[in-house]
């Protein structure tokens, strides 16, 4: 199953291959007809302007977005002018008597106006605007604009045969610059967008100012620059049509609860009309109380049925004719409904005060709910005259409550299940709701916090100043607006314990946009501040040495590079051999050796000096207010050091230079220069003893771990001498081919010693390893300018004469001469010597077996030679 960073991955190929193909049309289109790939690129960048016009103008009444009315007007006029520039472009004859100069005019026109719009959008991004008079001023400037161009009054941009005029470079560079500002304008209300539209908006602003660099730079309408250029310009509408599809208007926190309240408003406002209907309908008497849509009852103060209204005989389940003049306990009425409104009539009548009951009854539609609402209505001496009671069908707003309940009891469940705290306030900023995680980070209980104020509970420091943090509770509560919190919060539990967090704090409003209370939501965020400190050292640290990074010392160049820092020094070092020390010991020597080189420099440079690995075997340190006197002292202390630095066979040395900076008129880049040239004179000077010594460390090394293989260097040097002067090689030539037989067996010091003195035969694995030595000995011998010439015979000395050999199957006389020497040699010696894995030969036994493998592994004329001559 394909994982998200696979999915991420493949996502990004097919757009990278989508762009590819892009541009290889539109090449393809220039290639075949300049005139079809202009106006296809342009088209595209008209329709897409357009759409983005009738998309913004078509929702405006679902948002209130000055940045994507301000932009859909701007494109609109844009549009106009593109489709002139496509039109007027050289091949299109639409008007005569205008050359190049004419589109060009018509789009420096046209980008002037899209930057403008740019910036202007996110400048009145919460001004109130009056749309008519931005049309009005878009059309006069584009009119003005057009009438200049056409009537040849307006500054030329393009000289056929010079090429770009002085103002339309000059102008590009300012539409850059405009669309820059436009840039950090729209970052500094980053706040107000989502996160897709505000990436698709830098993304559009990006390629606009790409787009810009290519067309100034060209200098021909036609040439590759002009489409990168028309490519750029697509990219930026398409990113900038994605931003406008993708707006989104967030809703405000707490909804649900704002709508509960609007609803039990509504109820109450009923119910408050009902008890003023009922005063009216005591004046008003029967005609008013006939109109009316509720059951209505009288009774007298003996509890006499007098009167009775209904539009549905279902409120009561009993026909009103059956309830006239009856007493209320001569009628049965259904349970729970007689035994309720019963015990509100009673309560009523005790306290002189309206009460109301709610029931049910179990019709044949469902169950059906009622809300009755009894009064008294006085005599004129006090007395009770009459009781009324009305009866209303609540079963929808009972339908309606438990929906509105299990919404609340959702949401509930969510805020309290939710991985982030979420505290919640009232508008005195008194706690109401905590949540689990929130009980977890502050070490107080819900319980406890209820009713408390937030500070007391949700105590925040600034980690670095160690002050408290402002109250985001009542900062939301006197502005009404979302906060967040600034860098460095750190969270005071009540146990004691310190946490990172980030939080955001918004406001609960009302219908009448009154601030009711604040939710604050707050989260752990200690293991990503950890690992974006972690990113950062490493972003401005060599990984292995723990010392500063060619970026972090390229840096701190520039910033040290400042009078008060003179006289500044630049001192560069190299490690002598580091290629030899991984080929000849391996990478994790390697790795060991500029460790311990970073440690010599760490111990002998000052605080305020600045030391880092600016390559792989190249440090460098700065050193301010240092003079040559001092910078020399220091150099002396490393090279001492350094010397006296063991690291088991390794040699530890290196190639110090160094320059001062002791003008402010000298150029830093020049002093850089200096220092590493002193640096690679005192490398050719020191560097090629120190690889000499290290081969010879390496051979003293193989000597030590292997049995009897210093005898069997010595001896295949001197079978390669006699060789050599018996088919007549020149003096040179012998003693080369007699210290290649020295060092052909060099690569073996990175063959555990328990393998090549192991006495059962070789494993396949193990086979393969020491095969691999010739390679290594040919790497190490090609690092020191003596050996370089025997490199090739030590890596081809297990060549086959018949192409059966390794490394790399040479055949016949393309494996060098000196090779097939030392094999001849090697063999010998080798079936001669004393041997724990296989039994010693004689020397007829050994001769039969040259001559047995002569012409398929050996060079036969070399074994006669050595057979005939040397033996």
Not at 313 to 321: E, F, G
Not at 395 to 400: A, C, G, I, L, S
Not at 522 to 543: A, G, N, V, Y
Request: hydrophobic share 40%; aromatic share 10%; glycine share 4%.
């Amino acid at each position: 199953m394909i994982d998200l960073t696979a999915k991420k991955a493949i996502k990004v190929i097919r757009h990278v291959i989508i762009q590819c193909l892009i541009v290889a049309l539109l090449f393809y289109m220039k290639s075949y007809n300049y005139n079809l790939f202009h106006v296809f690129a342009e088209g595209y960048s008209i329709a897409v302007s357009l759409t983005i016009f009738f998309i913004v103008i078509n929702s405006k009444r679902y948002f209130d977005n000055n940045f994507l009315r301000l932009l859909s007007i701007g494109y609109f006029f844009i549009i106009w002018i593109d489709s002139l520039h496509m039109l007027a472009f050289k091949g299109m004859n639409i008007f005569a008597g205008y050359d190049a100069n004419l589109p060009t005019q018509l789009w420096i026109f046209s980008r002037y106006i899209e930057s403008m719009t740019l910036l202007i959008a996110a400048i009145l991004f919460n001004k109130k605007i009056n749309t008519r008079a931005v049309y009005g001023i878009y059309l006069t400037v584009t009119l003005v604009g057009l009438i200049a161009i056409f009537a040849r009054k307006f500054p030329n941009a393009f000289v056929v045969g010079a090429g770009l005029t002085p103002f339309k470079i000059v102008s590009e560079y300012v539409i850059i610059t405009i669309i820059t500002i436009a840039f950090f304008n729209l970052w500094k209300k980053k706040d107000k967008f989502d996160k897709n539209t505000l990436k698709n908006c830098y993304l559009s602003f990006s390629f606009s100012i790409l787009t810009e660099f290519m067309f100034t730079f060209y200098s021909d309408p036609f040439d590759v620059i002009n489409l990168l250029g028309h490519y750029f310009k697509i990219l930026s509408v398409y990113f900038i049509y994605k931003a406008v599809i993708e707006v989104a208007v967030k809703n405000p926190q707490n909804i649900i609860f704002r709508e509960i309240e609007v609803k039990k408003e509504e109820l109450e406002k009923e119910v408050r009309d009902n008890i003023v209907n009922l005063e009216q309908l005591n004046r008003s008497k029967t005609a008013l109380i006939k109109s009316m849509q509720d059951l209505v009852i009288v009774l007298d103060d003996h509890l006499i049925f007098t009167e009775c209204y209904s539009p549905d005989s279902n409120l009561l389940y009993v026909k009103l004719d059956n309830m006239l003049n009856k007493h209320i306990d001569e009628i049965s009425f259904p349970q729970p409904a007689q035994g309720i409104l019963k015990e509100a009539i009673k309560r009523t009548m005790q306290s002189g005060e309206p009460s109301r009951a709610e029931y049910y009854l179990d019709l044949s539609q469902g169950r059906c709910w009622f809300d009755a609402q009894i009064t008294i209505i006085p005599g004129n001496n006090g007395t009770i005259e009459r009781i009324l009671c009305i009866v209303r069908d609540i079963t929808e707003r009972k339908k309606m409550e438990e929906i509105i309940d299990n919404e609340k009891e959702q949401y509930r469940t969510t805020l309290l299940s939710v991985g982030d705290g979420v505290i919640s306030t009232d508008n005195r900023g008194k706690i109401k709701i905590m949540n689990p995680i929130a009980e977890k980070l502050t070490g107080w209980s819900k319980e406890e916090a209820l009713g408390k104020p937030l500070e007391d509970v949700f105590q925040v420091i600034n980690e670095i100043t160690k002050e408290p943090c402002e109250n985001p509770a009542q900062r939301v509560l006197e502005t009404g607006n979302t906060i967040e919190l600034s860098n460095h919060a750190v969270l005071l539990s009540k146990m004691v314990s310190k946490t990172s967090i980030e939080d955001s704090a918004a406001p609960i409003k009302d219908g009448s946009g009154r601030t009711t209370g604040v939710v604050i939501v707050f989260r752990d965020c200690t293991e990503r501040k950890e690992k974006q400190k972690q990113i950062e050292h490493l972003s401005f640290h060599d990984h292995l040495t723990g010392l500063y990074n060619r970026t972090y010392i390229e840096d701190a160049v520039k910033r040290l590079d400042t009078r008060r820092n003179l006289p500044f020094t630049i001192m560069v070092l190299d490690v002598n051999g580091l290629k030899l020390t991984n080929d000849a010991f391996g990478h994790e020597m390697g790795d060991r050796l500029l460790q311990t080189v970073a440690d010599i420099m760490t111990e002998v440079c000052r605080a305020d000096d600045i030391v880092g690995r600016v390559g792989g075997d190249e440090f460098a340190i700065l050193l301010p207010n240092t003079d040559e006197t001092q910078a020399e002292a220091i150099k002396q202390r490393i090279i001492a050091i350094t010397s006296k630095t063991t690291l088991d066979s390794v040699i530890v040395s290196l190639a110090v230079g160094f320059a001062v900076k002791t003008n402010v008129d000298q150029d830093i880049e020049i002093i850089k220069m200096n220092a590493d040239n002193n640096m690679y004179n005192n490398k050719l000077r020191y560097g090629k003893t120190m690889r000499n010594r290290t081969i010879e460390t390496v051979l003293r090394n193989i000597n030590l771990k292997y049995d009897q293989e210093q005898i069997h260097t010595e001896r295949v040097s001197q079978y390669c001498e006699a060789i050599a002067r018996a088919m007549g090689f020149s003096e040179k030539e012998v003693s080369d081919l007699k210290t290649a037989g020295i060092l052909h067996d060099i690569g073996k010091i990175t063959i555990p010693s328990e393998m090549l003195n192991k006495p059962s035969k070789l494993t396949k694995e193990e086979f393969e390893v020491i095969r691999r030595h010739p390679e290594t000995g040919y790497q190490m011998l090609r690092s020191v300018d003596e050996y370089v010439p025997l490199a090739e015979s030590v890596l081809f000395h297990h060549e086959r004469w018949d192409g059966k050999g390794y490394p790399c199957g040479l055949k016949g006389e393309d494996i060098p001469l000196e090779a097939r020497i030392i094999a001849v040699a090697d063999v010998y010696e080798a079936m001669t010597a004393k041997r724990s894995y296989q039994r010693t030969k004689s020397k007829e036994e050994a001769v039969a077996e040259l001559e047995r493998c002569s012409g398929t592994q050996f060079d036969p004329d070399i074994v006669k030679v050595f057979v005939e001559k040397v033996l």
